[in-house]
């Protein structure tokens, strides 16, 4: 059988462009692998990209631990000063019996105690006409008498006046002598110190 020029041109042609598409399809074998890799690592990360609400759930959950850690950072501040008023007039049951109906007075107002102290009669917190105050009610009733306590707590405005109020109508002997107010630890909140004379 003769082979007519067509056929001598495929059988020549054929077998080139066999190993030619053969050599083409090894050599992007090779990129579209890696580009197969590449979209299954895309779409892998797009699942486990964390969504809007899970990054808003997770702020959420910051904040509260954050206001639950002032929370109980504010309740062991005030453990810690009701025991250190408690010890410091151990000796005066009278005045010791004030002090906590005072600090549960405020706290019922929702002002949390930073501070409960006495102040000494000659200390620098408390203008000169009270300190001769102070001076002259040591020397007639002692020790024992009445004195002049330093309370620092947080809470609103509304709050204390609302203290204010209660403690002006209230049977305890607790007066108020200085009120001052300061910047809190939160933006709603101030810092308060009052002086008593109780």
Do not use: C
């Not at 964390?50 to 910051?62: K, S, T």
């Not at 004030?98 to 000494?120: D, G, Y």
């Not at 204010?164 to 305890?172: D, E, P, T, V």
């Amino acid at each position: 059988m003769k082979l007519t020029d067509r056929d001598k041109q495929l059988v020549i042609w054929l077998p080139a462009l066999v190993v030619i598409i053969g050599y083409f399809w090894l050599a992007a074998s090779a990129p579209h692998a890696r580009i197969k890799q590449l979209k299954l690592q895309i779409s892998q990360a797009v699942e486990k990209a964390p969504r809007p609400l899970d990054l808003a759930g997770a702020e959420a959950n910051i904040i509260q631990l954050k206001r639950d850690l002032a929370a109980g950072e504010a309740d062991m501040a005030k453990m810690k000063t009701n025991l250190a008023a408690l010890a410091g007039v151990s000796g005066n049951p009278v005045q010791a019996n004030v002090a906590e109906k005072v600090a549960a007075l405020f706290s019922q107002h929702h002002l949390v105690l930073v501070e409960q102290i006495p102040v000494a009669a000659q200390s620098t917190s408390l203008p000169p006409a009270l300190q001769r105050l102070a001076a002259q009610s040591q020397e007639s009733l002692g020790a024992s008498g009445a004195g002049f306590w330093q309370v620092k707590l947080t809470g609103n405005y509304a709050d204390m006046a609302d203290a204010i109020a209660n403690l002006a109508g209230s049977q305890l002997r607790a007066i108020p002598a200085i009120l001052n107010m300061t910047d809190g630890p939160q933006p709603t909140t101030k810092l308060w110190t009052l002086v008593l004379w109780m």
